[in-house]
Every structure is written in structure tokens, then in C-alpha cells.
């Protein structure tokens, strides 16, 4: 179905505000990056709890009582990702100052491998997809879904490769990052797909026009990024 001009820029300046408030928390500084997160979290969880009590009692209570899982930690694996140690040290002269903690490369390598994931599976799976993936979300193809992970990966392990501020995690770690995030990130779109059926609602939210809300944007981070913590804490990154 084809957009009306209006639709079309509506859509297209909302992508681009959001693009561009993402890429000023992820590279600007440590309070940058730490609010992003802190709003993403309270958006998500103000979405779930509403998409939660649409599901009926006794639904609801499990739903209720897994969300502390399903959102905040997920969040606190990307903000543990990012930093390290303490935010506060004390100066010689007794003042209290921000210390050099802030490293969001991985953070930044999960939310571009995300968005690799999803636009590339849509692109694939418009040009060439015709086997269906799952009855929860019928546009995803597994011609797709496959092309989506591949490209992915091959885009990450690309950058990881030659940019500079990427090239002190050995190539093979991006390698995984990547397909964690493809793999993950596409369980976490299907199990939002899912709560919304069972809302019997199509978008999570409104607060991006014509995109849905913030679980319809972040609901691949909140697998992918604990997914990652896990690798990176194992592989002792």
C-alpha cells in the first residue's frame, strides 16, 4: 500500500529526529549516553505495563512480575557495557569530578547491528522473500531473516576490521557480536510481536508518528543486549 506525501514526510523526519537524538546520546559523553538509556528505559516500561494490563488477569501478573527482566536489565547491560567503575572520584584538593569511564563502542556496535539486521532483512526479503518465518509477525521470510543476519555480520566484522577505534577487539569478537545481535535481536522482535497479539493492539505506543512506540523500536535490544553482556563477560572482552 502506497504512503500519501504527507505520511511519507512525516515518517521520514520522525527516522531522522530519531536517528539523530540516538547518535548524540551514544557518542556525545557519559550523561549523553546514560540519559538515552535511563528514557528508553522508562518508555519501554511505561509501554509494557500498558500492553501488560490489556492481556487479562492471571496473564497480566506473570507479565507484570517478568518485566523487571524484560526491560531494566536489559537496559543495565548496555549502560554496564558503556562504563566501568565508578562515574565520581576525589581530586586532590577534595573536589569530586567525573572520572574517564565512558567506552560506548560495544553499546554503539549493538544498536548498529540491530539496525544493519533489521534494514537489511526488509530490503532481502522485499527483493526475494517468499517462505514465511512465523505465524507471529507474517512479513518476515526466512529468505530475509537469513540475509538480514549474514549481511549483518559481514557489515560488523568490516568495521570491527578497519576502524580504528574498533581494531583493539580482535576481528572474530565482532564476528559474534553480530550474529548475537541478528540472531537475538530477531527472537526479541518476535516475542514483542507476540505480547502485542495478545494486547490485541498493532503498535506498542505512539510517541514516534507512524513508527509505534518505544517497545516497536527497542524490543531487538531488549534480547540482543544481554545476550552480548553475557559473550562479553565469558569471552572476558
Known amino acids: 500500500m502506497a504512503l500519501d ?8 523526519l520522525t527516522a531522522i529526529v530519531f536517528a539523530a537524538v540516538m547518535l548524540i546520546g551514544l557518542f556525545t559523553n557519559v550523561w549523553t549516553f546514560l540519559s538515552l538509556f535511563f528514557i528508553i528505559m522508562i518508555g519501554c516500561l511505561v509501554e509494557y505495563v500498558r500492553l501488560v494490563l490489556k492481556t487479562g488477569y492471571p496473564t497480566s501478573l ?7 527482566v524484560y526491560i531494566v536489565f536489559p ?3 548496555m549502560i554496564d557495557l558503556g562504563t566501568a567503575g565508578s562515574l565520581f572520584t576525589t581530586g586532590q584538593a577534595g573536589d569530586r569530578r567525573v572520572t574517564e569511564v565512558w567506552s560506548p563502542l560495544i553499546p554503539i556496535a549493538i544498536i548498529f547491528s540491530i ?34 543476519a549474514i549481511l549483518c555480520i559481514i557489515v560488523i566484522a568490516l568495521l570491527g576490521a578497519f576502524l580504528p577505534a574498533a581494531q583493539s577487539i580482535p576481528v ?21 510481536s507476540k505480547l502485542k497479539r495478545m494486547a490485541n ?10 513508527h509505534g512506540g518505544f517497545l516497536d523500536r527497542f524490543d531487538s ?7 552480548v553482556w553475557l559473550y562479553v ?4 572482552l
Open 233 to 236: 563477560y565469558f569471552s572476558n
Open 201 to 210: 493492539v498493532k503498535d506498542s505506543g505512539s510517541f514516534m508518528p507512524g
Open 62 to 68: 506473570w507479565l507484570l512480575l517478568a518485566g523487571p
Open 221 to 227: 535490544l531488549l534480547l540482543a543486549a544481554p545476550a
Open 115 to 148: 539496525w544493519i539486521n533489521d534494514t537489511m532483512a526488509y530490503i532481502v526479503g522485499s527483493m526475494i522473500g517468499k517462505t514465511p518465518f512465523s505465524k507471529i509477525s507474517p512479513k518476515k521470510t526466512w529468505e530475509g531473516t537469513a540475509g538480514g
Open 5 to 12: 506525501k504527507k505520511t511519507f514526510r512525516t515518517r521520514t
Open 75 to 77: 537496559i543495565l547491560c
Open 172 to 192: 572474530k569478537h565482532w564476528v559474534a557480536i553480530g550474529a548475537l545481535c541478528a540472531v537475538f535481536g530477531t527472537i526479541g522482535d518476535l516475542l514483542e
